[in-house]
């Protein structure tokens, strides 16, 4: 597995792909943060994180198909899946290799952000003026929420050997389980008390549970069974092809 982590870990950073999602991924957070007028922190006149948590989300939706569409994809397309397969190397390591991977470069693009919180802790009045639980709670949703992504990312790099189908079904897939649950539940068909329970199966419900600065198990074990189903699915596509 570890040979693996390594072997991906060395082919995004000595290509450009590493560089392009990492510095994107900081552009485009920068600018909402900083620059656009109905987000900036300057213009809002509160130390808050927000921006970044609401945000981040919605860039997630395209930037991890992104990091992850090549994973699967362009292994069939080549054909080295069948050499990687027929090593002395277990399919689940395989696949925890490459996730682990792609976890590993969400994490990279997260942690520059750190900065952002200590700008806003100084720019407090008083200084530290700002709801550290909150904002740590929210960066271990939002780390998550990387992790459950990349699961689907990967999921959806197994079924095809173009990278351009691979991106658009896990970007799709990352909308609809993040928010498509909470649509759901507001159809008059679902209100009532059906309302909580259809929502609490989207991943939009849990993150923002954990946002709060609240570390609830339930949460954690939603993302960590959601991240399972789908290298779980993604070891089965795999394994119907061998």
Request: aromatic share 18%; proline share 3%.
């Amino acid at each position: 597995m570890l040979e693996i982590l390594k072997k991906e870990l060395n082919t995004f950073f000595s290509s450009l792909t590493a560089y392009i999602v990492i510095g994107v991924f900081l552009v485009v957070m920068g600018l909402f943060m900083w620059v656009f007028p109905d987000y900036s922190i300057l213009e809002y006149c509160y130390a808050t994180l927000e921006q970044l948590f609401s945000m981040a989300p919605w860039i997630f939706v395209f930037l991890i198909p992104a990091i992850t569409m090549r994973s699967l994809a362009e292994e069939k397309q080549t054909g080295t899946i069948e050499f990687l397969i027929t090593k002395p190397i277990q399919l689940f390591k395989i696949i925890l290799g490459k996730y682990f991977a792609s976890v590993l470069l969400i994490t990279f693009a997260l942690l520059p952000t750190i900065l952002y919180y200590y700008t806003i802790y100084d720019l407090g009045s008083p200084r530290g003026n700002l709801d550290s639980g909150a904002v740590w709670g929210s960066y271990l949703g939002l780390f998550l929420l990387g992790a459950a992504y990349a699961s689907i990312g990967l999921f959806a790099s197994s079924l095809t050997n173009n990278q351009i189908i691979a991106f658009m079904l896990a970007a799709f897939l990352c909308f609809f389980c993040h928010w498509a649950f909470f649509y759901l539940s507001k159809l008059p068909m679902f209100l009532g008390s059906s309302d909580d329970f259809i929502q609490m199966l989207g991943i939009d419900y849990h993150y923002n549970s954990i946002s709060r600065g609240v570390i609830d198990s339930r949460d954690i074990i939603y993302f960590l069974s959601f991240i399972g189903l789908f290298l779980g699915l993604t070891f089965i596509s795999l394994e119907k092809r061998d």
